[in-house]
């Protein structure tokens, strides 16, 4: 069965720091991959997606991902964050053909420390 | 910005009662879903719709039916409300005609079941 992994329930980085929220997937062919972001009180999102091709995505507000097929990882990367970077991010994996079979991770609550 | 309203935005009810939460899209787009969010939980899928009239189960069905009688409308109906069910509902609808499995979510719904 399908399963997405975030081991990091909380992080907290400095402003200007460089970010990496870790996702690992489980699923026996190359999934469809995304990272979504939750600001409070908001719905989610999309950041970024990978589906085929290049393995180094690069996202809205400066985000990028790579994946890793050797690592079963879809790593998210940002080389600066910003206070407004604060929320909760989401990695998610969608089977190709269908419809009902995107699967969420727990989540990421991201903090930024002045 | 997909076109995506939910209503009720919250909404507090009382264990027994019958709740109907309310997805709109304004871009005619044939896949539409319910999720809702819990704490360690990410989003899990409630109900999802391939079209009017069409609808299958996902994850965490039970307590809860839809209905899909417009191509803009995708309905969640609470029978019988009950605590196990306050939780945040988010409605999402997904650009898979054009071959993009991502999906976009409406702003959510609050639900309080007392």
């Known amino acids: 069965a399908q399963s997405v992994t975030q081991p990091d329930i909380h992080i907290t980085v400095s402003e200007g720091a460089s970010l990496e929220l870790r996702c690992n997937y489980s699923?026996?062919?190359?999934?469809?991959l995304f990272w979504y972001v939750q600001s409070p009180g908001q719905g989610l999102q999309l950041l970024l997606k990978y589906f085929s091709g290049d393995t180094l995505v690069q996202g809205i507000k400066g985000f990028e991902a790579e994946f890793k097929r050797s690592q079963s990882s879809f790593n998210l990367r940002k080389p600066s964050v910003h206070w407004s970077d604060a929320a909760e991010y989401f990695c998610?994996?969608?089977?190709?053909?269908?419809?009902?079979?995107?699967?969420f991770g727990s989540g990421t609550r991201l903090s930024i420390r002045p | 910005d997909a076109g995506i309203t939910q209503s009720p935005r919250h909404k507090v009810t009382e264990t027994g009662t019958p709740v109907t939460l309310r997805c709109h899209q304004t871009?005619?787009?044939?896949?539409m879903y319910w999720y809702r969010q819990d704490p360690g939980h990410g989003l899990r899928l409630i109900h999802y719709s391939y079209g009017v009239k069409d609808t299958d189960k996902g994850e965490v069905s039970d307590g809860y039916s839809v209905s899909r009688s417009k191509t803009e409308d995708f309905l969640l109906t609470l029978e019988s409300a009950t605590s196990s069910q306050t939780s945040v509902y988010f409605c999402?609808?997904?650009?898979?005609?054009?071959?993009?499995?991502?999906?976009?979510f409406g702003p959510g719904t609050r639900l309080t079941v007392t």
């Open positions: 871009e005619n787009h044939r896949y």
């Open positions: 999402a609808i997904s650009y898979r005609e054009l071959s993009s499995y991502e999906q976009y």
């Open positions: 699923y026996g062919a190359t999934p469809y």
């Open positions: 998610a994996v969608a089977r190709y053909s269908s419809a009902s079979k995107i699967i």
